[in-house]
């Protein structure tokens, strides 16, 4: 009897691609001397995919990060998918945050890392530091 293969829906194989994305932009990050403080931190004016910090003397560096993927070519590449709409959301979701936590002395940044396949089939990380910056209304 042949096995039959299960056959995902379309929305639910992208979100599949988005989770790994999501892991694989996490391990480059710790591998990079970051350490993991949240992921998919979710609040009702936005969500941040990855929130991570980098102890770089004598500073703290917390990085507030935006992961886009995209599994065939696009004309577009994915960070352009990051609009002004979308910052907005994330930069409130990161002043929850920080408001959370005890507004913690150190310096904050948004960046964006994208993941595109190659010829091969094999993602590729691109990582944009300070990628976009709040307004001025924030007080940043």
Not at 42 to 58: H, L, Q, V
């Amino acid at each position: 009897m042949p096995k039959e293969k299960l056959k995902l829906s379309p929305n639910h194989a992208n979100t599949r691609f988005a989770k790994c994305s999501e892991n694989l932009v996490a391990y480059y990050l710790t591998q990079n001397g970051w350490h993991i403080l949240a992921r998919n931190y979710r609040r009702r004016s936005g969500e941040i995919d990855i929130i991570a910090s980098k102890n770089d003397s004598p500073l703290t560096l917390i990085a507030f990060i935006e992961v886009k993927s995209r599994r065939s070519p696009s004309k577009l590449p994915p960070q352009c998918a990051v609009t002004k709409r979308k910052q907005s959301k994330i930069i409130h979701a990161a002043l929850a945050w920080i408001s959370k936590q005890g507004a913690p002395q150190a310096v904050y940044r948004f960046d964006i890392a994208t993941i595109t396949k190659t010829r091969n089939n094999v993602p590729r990380i691109h990582y944009f530091p300070t990628a976009f910056y709040p307004r001025q209304e924030f007080g940043w």
